[in-house]
């Protein structure tokens, strides 16, 4: 098992679960910018639980969910390993475990966005990004956003009614890596 320092924090990475990337360090960069005091925050696609583990730390009360038990475990240990009490961690496949609609000031993820098949934890499932953004939509309280990480290759769906404003971006060779922010209109 890996073992990283990121800032504060100490995080564990199982074997076979996605070690955080630049594009998760950069979605970490705009949580660590943001007051997260006292909202309910959702974080799809957890994987390890660092960004998770990152907005509990500032006062944040998170749900974590991962399709991949193991990812799930991991992040339940990185929880744990931090002190992040008020950490869920759900292993299911996106909004799917959510049973209450309208619960969550923020939704965030990294989800896998490379226009491929093959591994789950880095390419997107034909779909996966539209049905994201939908269940994110639904489980969002009036006023609440969304943060996600998409990249230039493989933008995200645009929904209608919904304004996106980019609030992070980083230049790769082949690449840009954005986070966006998505803002349905009431
Ligand atoms: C790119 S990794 C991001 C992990 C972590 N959030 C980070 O930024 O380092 C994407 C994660 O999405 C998870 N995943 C893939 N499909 C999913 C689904 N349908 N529902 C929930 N999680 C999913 C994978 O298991 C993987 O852990």
């Known amino acids: 098992m890996k073992r990283l320092k990121v800032g ?15 594009d998760t360090y950069l979605l970490l960069e705009v949580i660590n910018r943001r007051s997260l005091d006292g909202l309910r925050v ?14 509990a730390l500032k006062g944040a009360s998170v749900v974590a969910v991962d399709v991949d038990p193991l990812s799930a475990a991991n992040a339940f240990l990185n929880a744990r390993a931090n002190g992040a009490d008020n ?14 609609a309208a619960s969550f000031d923020l939704v965030l993820a990294n989800p896998p966005y ?24 639904v489980v969002l309280k009036d006023g609440g956003v969304v943060l996600l990480v998409e990249s230039s290759l493989h ?25 966006v922010e998505i803002t349905p209109h009431l």
């Open 42 to 55: 959702l974080e799809l696609c957890t994987g390890c639980g660092i960004l998770a583990v990152a907005a």
């Open 8 to 22: 504060d924090l100490v995080i564990y990475i199982f074997p076979g679960v996605y070690e955080p990337a630049e």
């Open 155 to 179: 933008p995200l769906p645009r929904i209608k009614g919904a304004e996106y404003s980019v609030v992070g971006r980083r230049r790769f060779l082949y690449e840009e890596v954005r986070v």
């Open 87 to 100: 950490v869920e961690v759900i292993c299911g496949d996106l909004c799917s475990a959510i049973s209450q």
């Open 114 to 137: 490379l226009p491929s098949e093959g591994n789950r934890r880095w390419s997107a499932k034909p779909r996966l990004l539209g049905r994201l953004l939908k269940e994110a939509m």
